[in-house]
């Protein structure tokens, strides 16, 4: 990729925490055209309306596949657990490169903690060169995985 082509990107889950955090950081990159946001709770909100800190202009959208693949070439799901599972292999055969922050794809079996417990799963591996299954917090300053 030539330093002038830029990134077009998708964050489904824009609104979110993670979402948030990922529009902040990718809206300051040189490299990188937000393209999309998605969202369920927040659909139809400018982004500014809900984050006035955030310059971007763009209005939240309902979750839609083929919008998605249109506009994006990368997407970032910043999903719930469980929900990351059904819509990547829906872009993956559309041709949109996905990067999961949820567990649907970083563990073998996912299962909810109780609180003051910690997940031990066999982490799993990207499962093509057009996916990847982002660590969290957890899974990188876990002893358990050093």
Not at 6 to 27: D, N, P, T
């Amino acid at each position: 990729m030539g330093e002038s082509e830029q990134i077009r990107v998708g964050i489904v889950g824009a609104s979110g925490y993670g979402g948030v955090q990922l529009v902040r950081l990718l809206s300051e990159h040189p490299q990188v055209e937000i393209t999309y946001l998605g969202g369920s709770s927040s659909a139809g909100r400018p982004y500014t309306d809900l984050y006035p800190h955030l310059a971007v202009p763009l209005t939240v959208e309902k979750v839609a596949v083929e919008t998605i693949v249109d506009r994006c070439d990368v997407v970032f799901l910043s999903l719930p657990n469980g929900l990351a599972y059904t819509l990547t292999p829906q872009l993956l055969e559309r041709g949109c490169k996905v990067l999961d922050l949820s567990a649907d794809y970083r563990f073998a079996i996912w299962t909810p903690t109780k609180p003051g417990t910690a997940a031990i799963a066999p982490m799993r591996v990207p499962i093509s060169k057009q996916c990847t299954a982002c660590p969290n917090c957890s899974m990188t300053s876990s002893p358990e995985r050093a």
